[in-house]
Nanobody, 123 residues
Framework: VQLQASGGGLVQAGGSLRLSCAASGRTFSNYAMAWFRQAPGEEREFVAAIRWTGGYTYYGDSVKGRFTISRSNAENMVYLQMNSLKPEDTAVYYC?????????????????WGQGTLVTVSS
C-alpha cells in the first residue's frame, strides 16, 4: 500500500482543516487506517483510527470531540476533519495502514506510512 497525505497548512486557532490520505496498491478496504502526528522534539502521538469495516473509530484523548476520522473505500481515501484547532495541534500528520490485527492506537500495528503533511496552528 502506498499512502499520500495532503491538506495540511497554516490555520488560526479555532479554525478547521481537513486532511486527506490517498491509498493505492492493494485492496484498501481490508486495511485499518489511522492518523498519527509528531511535533518537533516530541514523540509520535496517536490521533485517530478507523477499522476497515468503517464501523469502529478510536481517538486520542487530546482530539476527542474535535477531530473526526472517516474513510471512503470506493475512493481509497481516508480523511481527518479537524475542528477547533489549537496551537498544540501543530505537528506533521501521518496517515498509516494496517493489514492485520493489532491495537489500533499503537504505531507498531501499522506497516505502511505516508510521507506526512504539516499542520501549523497559530495563536
Amino acid at each position: 500500500v502506498q499512502l499520500q497525505a495532503s491538506g495540511g497548512g497554516l490555520v488560526q486557532a479555532g479554525g478547521s482543516l481537513r486532511l486527506s490520505c490517498a491509498a493505492s496498491g492493494r485492496t484498501f478496504s481490508n486495511y485499518a487506517m489511522a492518523w498519527f502526528r509528531q511535533a518537533p522534539g516530541e514523540e509520535r502521538e496517536f490521533v485517530a483510527a478507523i477499522r476497515w469495516t468503517g464501523g469502529y473509530t478510536y481517538y486520542g484523548d487530546s482530539v476527542k470531540g474535535r477531530f473526526t476520522i472517516s474513510r471512503s473505500n470506493a475512493e481509497n481515501m481516508v480523511y481527518l476533519q479537524m475542528n477547533s484547532l489549537k496551537p498544540e495541534d501543530t505537528a506533521v500528520y501521518y496517515c498509516a495502514a494496517a493489514d492485520g490485527a493489532g491495537i489500533p492506537t499503537m504505531g507498531r500495528t501499522y506497516g505502511y506510512w505516508g510521507q506526512g503533511t504539516l499542520v501549523t496552528v497559530s495563536s
